[in-house]
T-cell receptor, first 114, second 118 residues
Framework: DAGVIQSPRHEVTEMGQEVTLRCKPI?????LFWYRQTMMRGLELLIY????????DSGMPEDRFSAKMPNASFSTLKIQPSEPRDSAVYFC????????????FGQGTRLTVV | AQTVTQSQPEMSVQEAETVTLSCTYD???????LFWYKQPPSRQMILVIR??????QNATENRFSVNFQKAAKSFSLKISDSQLGDAAMYFC???????????????FGKGTHLIIQP
């Protein structure tokens, strides 16, 4: 299995532009998570989906952030408009059911907003 | 809300020695799961070890073991025979067992940077 695949690995964009981060979870996994990692705040859960349905988006910082999961094999995290303080590493992770299952992480997207 | 605290921003250990990374957490729940993740410079988050709160026996994975003290809400990671490849950021994480389906996300500590001295 190729694991959780995120694209792009790196993204540099100008303030005000729209940014879309992509994630392909591991086949068969039914839960998908988006995390953000910064030096100041560490790793924070932004949103998670169960069976393609958003369950908890309380971690999404602002209305500028939105996430979708149109099917079991694809999810996007969009920031519009982007701001310099959105610069961070964004991780996608997936897991399969159960209460003790491991979350497998992608390699993250490093976003820089200038 | 649960919180996870890692009080050691950085630790250093000689190769082949043993090192212990500290983690404490705060929760009002009785059933939950605890994890240690490793993040090397490649950024990949790798699960090192996990512990179910209802199990009294401490989890062990080869050179990695935990000291789980439920009453004290402490979950430390011991790395024996440290190797250069162990150098990384280590994150302690908590997940509730209350929600159905295990879909709850992880709450992470701020991490400990482990340096291995050759």
């Amino acid at each position: 299995d190729a694991g959780v695949i995120q694209s792009p690995r790196h993204e540099v964009t100008e303030m005000g532009q729209e940014v879309t981060l992509r994630c392909k979870p591991i086949s068969g996994h039914n839960s998908l998570f988006w995390y953000r990692q910064t030096m100041m705040r560490g790793l924070e859960l932004l949103i998670y989906f169960n069976n393609n349905v958003p369950i908890d988006d309380s971690g999404m910082p602002e209305d500028r952030f939105s996430a979708k999961m149109p099917n079991a094999s694809f999810s996007t995290l969009k920031i519009q408009p982007s701001e310099p303080r959105d610069s961070a590493v964004y991780f996608c992770a997936s897991s399969y059911g159960g209460l003790n299952t491991e979350a497998f992480f992608g390699q993250g997207t490093r976003l820089t907003v200038v | 809300a649960q919180t996870v605290t890692q009080s050691q921003p950085e630790m250093s250990v000689q190769e082949a020695e043993t090192v212990t990374l500290s983690c404490t957490y705060d929760t009002s729940e009785s059933d939950y799961y605890l994890f240690w993740y490793k993040q090397p410079p490649s950024r990949q988050m790798i699960l090192v070890i996990r512990q179910e709160a209802y199990k009294q026996q401490n989890a062990t994975e080869n050179r990695f073991s935990v000291n789980f003290q439920k009453a004290a809400k402490s979950f430390s990671l011991k790395i024996s025979d440290s190797q250069l490849g162990d150098a990384a950021m280590y994150f302690c994480a908590y997940r509730s067992a209350m929600a159905g389906g295990g879909a709850d996300g992880l709450t992470f500590g701020k991490g400990t940077h482990l340096i291995i001295q050759p």
